[in-house]
């Protein structure tokens, strides 16, 4: 069996087994193709495109083809023609290797497989086999990251990667692999000998090459990056969120964030009117603060902050704050209400929710006990306004919306949030409207209309406490 190198396949040899028995040539040049795949449908057209019928294949399948134009995934030679065809070495042209069959009297055909083949001088088929390959592996529980991080291997004690991380899905590290804090790498991926990725930056099934550094705070998605140079994919991203590297070649309509120019509102004016509001409703509530604290530690035992994982810019996980308004152990009581929820898609609400307490009903009726999340946009983890911050596991459900409100920092309030109407089937669909909406409209004069609405609502809930 001779193999062209560059391609990695992926075929049914048990198909080919009786063709080789029971063949009389000397040479079997072998295509994968996928199309003879089980469970696919094969329709055959007249040359006027008219349909003459369909074949539908539930197993497997092999059958004869013309001789290729060029080089064949795979040669089967008989052992006793092998010197022979191989004398002065294997010719590097196709027809010429063709010719010598047949000039010896050697017969020769040509079979297509079912299969998957993978064209290793393409980012697509790198990429492609990488996901196949790293899918098949069996995976273990990584230390990096949350319980449901997993390392497909681990091949060097000697890659390093930060408990501050975060390794999700299938990731291959290679010798001297480095992954600094904060840092997320999604699978099926792989980084290379001596590949850095940086604190902060997020890679995406993906390859980062030997040797290569992905820079801080930057996203490659469905890319190989190689040394200083981005190979893209067909869905391929780089981001910077300080700015982009100069001649990466990354196609922007692969960019799967939202970007925004760096002296614009949404990337300079938004982060400075946040950090001037954080720091004035902290100081404004901090004599306060103290009281509300008391109030929730002796209401109800447990810490008096919730702290929650979210997905923050780029799905990079954070701490959301909050004062505890549940008693201890409410998230494990969840699933046990969740067919009582009054709302449709991930999220759960209910009247009368037995989970709250006393005082955590009244701070979450006039909004006290998101509070703390100003902490949170000091950090620029979060925003006074933008779409609600929430876990990897409802943004998961929907990959477009998804994509779009993680291209900005989660706010306090949003669009959603005071625009919802809470009509019945309706709260999801609504969700992701004025989340999508809000990303594509944002601008100074929205966050203003936005705060002007939370506030007189607040004002309003308030009152009516008493």
Sequence with gaps: MISNGCFATRLNHALIAPVLADTSVAVVAVTVTPALAAYRERVRLTQENRLVGYRRLYGDSVEPMPLPGDWPHHLFVKPDVVDGLLV??????????????????????SISVAGAAFDLNSEDGLLSLSRTVLGRTPASVGEAGSRRSQVASLPSDSAHVSSRSRLIGPVWLGPGAKVEPQAVVIGPSILCEDSVVRAGSVVDSSIVGSESTLGQDEVLRNAILVKDKVLAGSASVLAATAGSREGTGAAESGHVFRTWPAFSYARLGKRVA????????????????????????????????????????????????????????????????????????????????????????????????????????????????????????ENTLCASWRDARLSIRPGITGLWQICRTREPLKDFQEWIHYDTKYVRELSLWTDLWVCWRTFTKMVYNFIRQF
């Design 274 to 393: 946040d950090i001037i509001a954080a720091v004035g409703v902290l100081i404004l509530f901090a004599p306060i603060i103290p009281f509300i604290a008391l109030a929730v530690k002796v209401s109800s035992p447990g810490p008096v902050f919730f702290r929650d994982k979210r997905q923050g810019r780029h799905g990079k996980l954070f701490d959301c704050l909050k004062f505890r308004t549940m008693r201890a152990g409410a998230d494990k009581m969840q699933d046990k209400l969740r067919f009582v929820s009054e709302v449709d898609g991930p999220q759960f609400k209910m009247a009368d929710d037995p989970r709250i307490t006393t005082v955590g009903r009244f701070l979450r009726e006039t909004y006290l006990d998101e509070i703390p999340q100003f902490f949170n946009v000091l950090m620029g983890e979060m925003s006074v306004v933008g779409p609600r911050p929430s876990p990897e596991s």
């Design 88 to 109: 002065n070495g294997l010719p590097r042209d196709w027809p010429v290797l063709v010719e010598r069959c047949r000039s010896r009297g050697w017969g020769i055909k």
